[in-house]
């Protein structure tokens, strides 16, 4: 039950955090930012947490923007969406 209630509210924030940033016009970073700092605190101790991050909102972003299939990752977009966000 823990688990499940743990990521109904990591997909939770993520949602709600990038959605709030994108809808006032603010950009992915601030999105990243956002949410970063609200799930770090329940979530930081969890393995590559903060490894995943940037790829978890530029996701949720891409949804939001109707991206239905996830866009294709190559070596040089992880490198991208890493530099871009942290």
Do not use: C
């Amino acid at each position: 039950d823990r688990a499940v209630e743990d990521t109904r509210a990591f997909l939770r924030t993520t949602l709600e955090g990038t959605r709030s940033v994108r809808e006032r016009g603010g950009t992915l970073k601030e999105a990243y930012e956002l949410v970063y700092g609200q799930l770090a605190p329940r979530y930081a101790g969890y393995p590559i947490f903060d490894h995943t991050m940037p790829f978890n909102v530029q996701r949720t972003w891409d949804e939001l923007d109707g991206i239905d299939h996830p866009r294709i990752w190559t070596a040089e977009r992880d490198r991208e969406v890493w530099d871009a966000l942290t």
